[in-house]
């Protein structure tokens, strides 16, 4: 399995930007698709994002569509998510997800991935 850690988590007031990253070890991130995801205390684990092993493909959970955006470098075993508007609701855990096949996104509940990161904060000011 991979190993995931993330960062780039903080304070920042509404319609600030932060950008996530996730760093992956391990010498086959390429196969992996990769997801993002958000706990907001006494709320499950939901869906935000997730990406192909190629960046062929992306998905995006509705209330971040148009704000948010994943990318991924696989030279450097990093996923990103780039977050802009950012609105007080946004306020969560994010955490960082590897799943397989990497080619399709067939799946994007938290069952579909096998590996996590520990998550970052972000917390979004009104």
């Known amino acids: 399995q991979v190993q995931l850690v993330e960062s780039g988590g903080g304070l920042v007031q509404a319609g600030g930007s932060l950008r996530l990253s996730c760093a992956a070890s391990?010498?086959?991130?390429?196969?992996?698709?990769m997801g993002w995801f958000r706990q907001a205390p006494g709320k499950e684990r939901e869906f935000v994002a997730a990406?192909?092993?190629?960046?062929?493909?992306?998905r995006y959970a509705d209330p971040v569509k148009g704000r948010f955006t994943i990318s991924r470098d696989n030279a450097k075993n990093t996923v990103y998510l780039q977050m802009n508007g950012l609105k007080p609701e946004d306020t969560a855990g994010y955490y960082c997800?590897?799943?397989?096949?990497?080619?399709?996104?067939?799946?994007?509940?938290?069952?579909?991935?096998?590996?996590w990161g520990q998550g970052t904060q972000v917390t979004v000011s009104s």
């Open positions: 391990g010498r086959t991130f390429s196969s992996y698709a």
């Open positions: 997800a590897a799943k397989t096949p990497g080619y399709v996104l067939t799946g994007t509940s938290p069952s579909d991935f096998r590996s």
């Open positions: 990406i192909t092993s190629n960046s062929a493909g992306t």
